[in-house]
């Protein structure tokens, strides 16, 4: 049952050009902007401007400052592509329900025999898949396009690759889930789609304090903040079975 559903919603998002469109900007705008930057930092900023980044951050690089600089941001960059699978994951899932119970499309698979954990697992992984393979698409297109500037590896290194094959799938359950439980209260998909992308609010608030040098993120972070987003969703997955009233839904 949870694999028919699955397929319906896959199904429902590629006959959506506007809707996969908005999920492809902003992961090509996160992609392109940093390496955009980094390029002319590398290649073309002048010294004043290294050394003031330099001293933001207190890069000491034996190779130089310019590639000290590189390596320091592009790391820092890590929360940015944090985000990018709970927003993805809430921009389906908002539409998943909010979107067809507008278009009247939920009804038909509300009124099956299929259960309400069926129907919340199948849209939540329907949401997931393409929020991660989108996510991971750009982290891998980052990570080469940083690596070209650098002329060296420096991406992917243990941070980036926990942030984005252990952390990227809790948030993007983490976000479809918070959306699940806010669109099965909220008429408005829109209202339902800003009021979970809210959650993304605080990874936004530490990119901004890393990227101005005010915290460094290490592993020990990491691994806390996985632990606790794992816990919300078992948390959250079990508020959204329960507030997924399928009598309301099939009324309002």
Known sequence: ????????????????????????????TVVAVPIALLAWLVRAAPEQALLFVQDVYGVHEPAGV???????????????FLVLPIFLAVLLAAQSIGGERERRTLE????????????????????????????????????????AIAGHML??????????LVLSPLLAL??????VVVSSRVLDPRAAQNLAASTVLPLLALLVFQLAGRIALGP????????????????LIAVAVRLFDREKLLTR
Request: proline share 7%; aromatic share 8%; with cysteine.
């Open 1 to 28: 049952m949870i694999g028919v559903v699955i397929r319906k919603e896959l199904l429902e998002v590629r006959r959506s050009p506007v809707l996969l469109l908005s999920m492809a900007s902003l992961p090509a």
């Open 66 to 80: 310019a590639a000290g600089v590189a390596s320091v941001l592009a790391r820092n960059w890590l929360p940015m």
């Open 174 to 179: 983490f976000g479809n889930a918070t959306a």
């Open 220 to 235: 020990r972070f990491y691994f806390a903040l996985a632990a606790g987003v794992a816990a919300a969703d078992v948390a």
């Open 108 to 147: 038909p698979l509300l009124a099956t025999p299929v259960g309400t954990l069926s129907i919340v697992a199948g849209k939540s992984v329907a949401a997931m898949l393409p929020a991660l393979a989108i996510t991971w698409i750009a982290a891998a297109l980052f990570c080469l396009g940083i690596d």
């Open 155 to 164: 991406l992917p290194d243990p941070a980036w690759l926990f942030g984005t």
